[in-house]
């Protein structure tokens, strides 16, 4: 039997299948066995399971209908660890973890040995201890990765010949209400004693956002998932969501962290785990719906979509400000960090901001800025479609069971995100509900980016400075647009 593949029917010019479009595909899938219609977005496009073949014939009946393969979402967690996982070896090693401080043994940090291209796990039980099962004689490395609360530890050359345990003291993470050194870098501190994001509404595209963390108040949200309940956007499996929140939106209180925008309006839009194309299309129909100002989004697909394309292009066209994480793989901006109607985050880091011997350490580059005291990720990735760059390494923020310190793409963009949630609170002259919008959004961070020397494939513009993007807010008057008629399914 022919392979069935997942599908995306949309109208080549509009999200909305016109009655007759919509009656045609139906009829063709009730003529076709194996066909069979998965869901609908809440515009109008539709996801078809169908073979390769039927989805030719239906193409060629239909030139008005846009189709294409619904892409496997990618989630941009935390680069460097190699996938395949063997459970068995040759040679056992016993890891044995405890706080620096006390000496006091920790549970559920995850292990990973790394070999000749190859990554054993093993997870500590409630004694520290973890078993890892190796092939080969000699580890390049071992992490230690906690899931919240201390740093990671890297242990280099472990050779298991003539080691059977090793013991590994982990350091606390310090969390006292204060900056990440990232929103510091960019002058949230020094901004948000005037504005703070307030009333701005930011939808987070994401894998969920935890409402019970003292440190965050999300609003509200939808869950896009296949078969799931639409208001189960609050579940957070993967813990990225709660991160990214947190560098946005993390409560200026006396605990955790802050994040650039305190006073934002966060919302949580979730396509993760298992999340496809046609679930960040119907994340950002539900941003356009409610109408957000900014969309974050810290995930990607590595080919191109056309109906992506458009579903952000009706959300550009509506003044939202749409960031994005280019990537966490040292290639090609990824989508839809790539598309002109997006704005592309790399991620760059800075010396002394971690322990010299934690996985932090292995993000760094040879790419330094003038000054050397910040370096280009060494994960990132870069192209002509970068726009701005902001810290993506070592970032401390909120997950679901405490705080942790992380790297990648999906770090930086929200710090973007923020700044643009404060310029539109600074600037509410520039809140137009068209295209001017998002241009005047970028105009501003543009005009306020330093030069950091490196290269403009990897920095873009450089760096946004939050006191430049704001300096001109008592004074700044755009041109007067025409706002253009929206669309009734809108």
Not at 12 to 34: C, I, M, T, Y
Not at 71 to 98: D, H, K, N, S
Not at 290 to 297: A, G, L, Q, R, T
Request: proline share 7%; with cysteine.
């Amino acid at each position: 039997m022919p392979e069935k593949k997942r599908y995306i029917v949309a109208h080549r010019h509009g999200p909305q299948l016109d009655p007759k479009s919509v009656q045609e595909l139906q009829n063709f899938v009730a003529a076709h066995e194996e066909a069979a219609i998965k869901r609908t977005t809440l515009v109008g496009r539709t996801v078809v399971e169908m073979t390769e073949a039927q989805m030719q014939e239906l193409a060629q009946k239909n030139p008005q209908l846009l189709i294409e393969e619904d892409q496997e979402l990618q989630l941009f967690g935390m680069p460097g660890i190699p996938e395949r996982v063997p459970t068995a070896g040759a040679y056992e090693l016993t890891v044995a973890v405890t706080d620096a401080a006390d000496n006091k043994p920790l549970a559920n940090v995850t292990i990973y040995g790394l070999g000749s291209g190859v990554a054993y796990k093993g997870v500590t039980d409630a004694d520290g201890k973890a078993v890892l099962q190796v092939f080969e004689p000699t580890l390049e490395r071992l992490i230690a990765s906690p899931t919240d609360t201390y740093w990671s530890k890297v242990i280099n050359k472990v050779n298991l010949a003539n080691t059977s345990t090793l013991a590994i003291s982990l350091q606390a993470l310090v969390t006292t209400g204060a900056y990440d050194w990232g929103h510091r870098l960019l002058g949230f501190h020094t901004v948000n004693q005037r504005w703070t994001g307030n009333d701005i509404k930011v939808g987070v595209i994401d894998s969920g956002i935890t409402d019970k963390h003292p440190d965050l108040k999300p609003v509200g949200g939808y869950n896009t998932l296949d078969g799931q309940d639409n208001n189960a956007w609050n579940i957070d499996e993967k813990g990225h969501g709660t991160h990214v929140a947190g560098i946005i939106n993390a409560v200026n209180n006396t605990i955790g962290v802050v994040g650039g925008a305190p006073k934002a309006k966060i919302y949580s839009i979730k396509v993760f785990p298992g999340g496809y194309i046609s679930d960040l299309v119907e994340a950002v129909e539900w941003c356009i719906r409610n109408k957000m100002d900014v969309i974050n989004m810290s995930l990607g697909a590595a080919n191109p979509s056309q109906v992506l394309a458009q579903v952000l292009q009706d959300a550009y066209d509506r003044g939202i400000t749409c960031v994005a994480a280019a990537g966490n793989e040292k290639t090609r901006v990824a989508y839809p960090a790539a598309l002109p109607t997006v704005l592309a985050v790399s991620a760059i880091g800075r010396f002394g901001t971690f322990p010299e011997d934690s996985a932090h350490a292995l993000k760094v580059s040879q790419t330094v800025d003038y000054r050397g005291g910040l370096f280009a990720a060494s994960f990132t990735n870069f192209g002509p479609e970068i726009d701005v760059c902001a810290p993506g390494v070592a970032i401390l923020s909120t997950t679901p069971s405490g705080y942790a310190a992380w790297d990648g793409t999906s770090m930086a963009c929200p710090m973007i995100s923020a700044l643009a949630a404060l310029i539109l609170e600074a600037y509410p002259s520039i809140r137009s509900g068209d295209p001017q919008q998002p241009e005047a959004v970028k105009a501003l961070l543009y005009g306020s980016c330093a030069d950091l020397g490196m290269p403009p494939d990897i920095q873009g513009r450089g760096l946004p400075l939050a006191h430049q993007a704001l300096v001109w807010a008592d004074y700044y008057q755009p041109p007067q647009w025409q706002q253009p008629h929206s669309p009734s399914y809108l």
